[in-house]
């Protein structure tokens, strides 16, 4: 526990000093104020600020937040160094989750607070559970990412281009219903119901299809991260 804790406190202390990772959050946050400020007055528009920032924050937020500190860590060999002390793999990759969670669905919290859909209490618990689900996927994401990937510039690559596919196919469904079905896939269309249907003052429940999505990606992303772990290690 002791080991895990100071991993912890080391990537913390990675985290606030790393400008491209925080930079991801601050961002988020100007989305969601930004795109509020302009679609004031039409409330059902509303769901974009919220919609767009928690995907941005949560998908690349999450495959980068999980990626990059990893690559890094290979990169500078800080983390053989760290295999070679008494650290092992297993406290490396907890020490590394805790922050990278921790940190992401703070950021969310404070979004849904400052956007302007409100959501009652119900409602607000789902949106929490189902934004630590997504943060979960997004993070294992990362760090299946960050084990195939040697250098930081190629772990950035790599978690920009699924980063980007998962981000663009809930908010498609906007300009055409035929992407309806390929954004009920993804793990994240939910998140982006449940603000379009409360800013329309709609009620909003899980479809059994959605709980199975978000469960089927849960499970085959620990899946594939315990194979990478188990054929490549993580350094």
């Known amino acids: 526990m002791n080991k895990i804790k100071a991993m912890t406190l080391l990537k913390v202390k990675n985290l606030l000093s790393s400008s491209n990772l925080l930079i991801i959050p601050i961002f988020s946050l100007l989305v969601t104020i930004g795109i509020d400020y302009i679609t004031d007055g039409n409330s059902s528009l509303h769901f974009l600020a919220l919609s767009y920032g928690v995907s941005f924050n949560t998908i690349l937020g ?5 990626a990059y500190p990893m690559a890094e860590d290979k990169e500078k060999n800080m983390l053989r160094t760290l295999m070679t002390s008494s650290i092992s793999e297993k406290d490396y990759i ?6 990278a969670i921790a940190v992401l669905y703070t950021v969310n919290v404070i979004l849904l607070c ?6 009652n209490l119900r409602e ?30 190629q772990a950035g690559i790599l978690a920009l281009i699924p980063s ?44 059994w299809t959605e709980i199975v999505t978000q469960t089927g990606w849960l499970m085959i992303t620990i899946v594939v991260f315990v194979f990478f772990y188990d054929r490549n290690r993580i350094d």
């Open 62 to 66: 999450g495959i980068l937040y999980g």
């Open 164 to 207: 980007l596919l998962i981000m663009l196919a809930p908010t498609l469904t906007i300009i055409s219903n035929r992407w309806i079905k390929i954004a009920q896939l993804i793990y994240t269309y939910s998140l982006t119901r449940l603000s379009y249907l409360v800013a329309l003052d709609k009620n909003f429940s899980l479809k």
């Open 94 to 99: 907890i020490g590394s989750f805790i922050p």
């Open 124 to 153: 607000s618990i789902i949106f929490l559970f189902l934004s630590f689900i997504c943060l979960c996927i997004s993070i294992l994401v990362g760090f299946i990412v960050g084990m195939i990937s040697r250098t930081q510039t």
């Open 114 to 119: 400052v956007s302007q859909v409100k959501m």
